[in-house]
C-alpha cells in the first residue's frame, strides 16, 4: 500500500524559510512526484513537481524561490521555500503517481508576522 506522508510545515514569519519532506512508503519514488497547496476557500493548485527524469517544474507564483528535490536512497521529496509571503500560506500536499494517483495527509504553513 502506498502512503505518502508530509511534514515540515509550521508557522514561519514573512520572509522566512521553511522545508517541507514528502516520504513514500510502499513504492518508489521515482516517479512524478508534485506539491500542490489548497488555501481557504480557494481550489488546490499545483505548486512544483519533478519527473522520474529529474525535470523540474514550477508554477510562477514560486519560481525564483521555492525548490523542488529528491533523495532517491531515502525515497523522499523535498520542497525548499525561503522568501515566504504571506500568501503562501495553505496546506501543502504531497502526490505522486504511478499511473493511479496518491495524496499525502497534508501539512499546515502559515506565513504571518
Known amino acids: 500500500q502506498v502512503q505518502l506522508v508530509e511534514s515540515g510545515g509550521g508557522l514561519v514569519q514573512p520572509g522566512g524559510s521553511l522545508r517541507l519532506s514528502c516520504a513514500a512508503a510502499?513504492?518508489?519514488?521515482?516517479?512524478?512526484m508534485a506539491w500542490y497547496r489548497q488555501a481557504p476557500g480557494k481550489q488546490r493548485e499545483l505548486v512544483a513537481s519533478?519527473?522520474?527524469?529529474?525535470?523540474?517544474y514550477y508554477a510562477d507564483f514560486v519560481r525564483g524561490r521555492f525548490t523542488i528535490s529528491r533523495d532517491n536512497a531515502k525515497n523522499t521529496v523535498y520542497l525548499q521555500m525561503n522568501s515566504l509571503k504571506p500568501e503562501d500560506t495553505a496546506v501543502y500536499y504531497c502526490?505522486?503517481?504511478?499511473?493511479?494517483?496518491?495524496w499525502g495527509q497534508g501539512t499546515q504553513v502559515t506565513v504571518s508576522s
Open positions: 502526490y505522486l503517481t504511478t499511473g493511479r494517483g496518491y
Open positions: 510502499g513504492t518508489d519514488c521515482r516517479y512524478f
Open positions: 519533478i519527473t522520474s527524469s529529474g525535470t523540474n
